[in-house]
């Protein structure tokens, strides 16, 4: 009975340290864009055939707004536009969860996010076909 109880409570104690952990990542965070356009630059030079993209991806980075919201509960859901683009903005809505010192934000249908807390910041890399558009870093609003 006694190891039982003292299971059930080292049980809680995990619970509550994942939830403190989960209550100082989440938040509303949105595009860093000077980092970001760090990581394309030195994204041109580790990759020489994306390199010619560069410029076009500076500008795009320049237009781009982009609001993400880590809740609590675990759910993400974000919003990303370009300033002069007439679709509109593209909603995506997913779910995360801390590791260690790292979030796992995944999209149904898509390749799950890797993030390493960096502060206020997350810098993020998923996997995509141009190396270019690979890392971002996100800050805390």
Sequence with gaps: MRISCLAAFGIVCLGLGASACRTAIAGHYELDLEQTKACVAKAALDNPDDAAMK???L???EKTTVDVV???TGKMHSTSALTDSAPGPQHSAGSWRAEDQRVLISIEGEADTLCAIDGRRLR???????????NYVLVRK
């Design 124 to 134: 993020c890399k998923k996997p995509k076909p141009m190396q270019l558009f690979t």
């Design 59 to 61: 500008e795009m980075l």
């Design 55 to 57: 410029d076009q991806t």
């Design 70 to 72: 880590l809740e609590e």
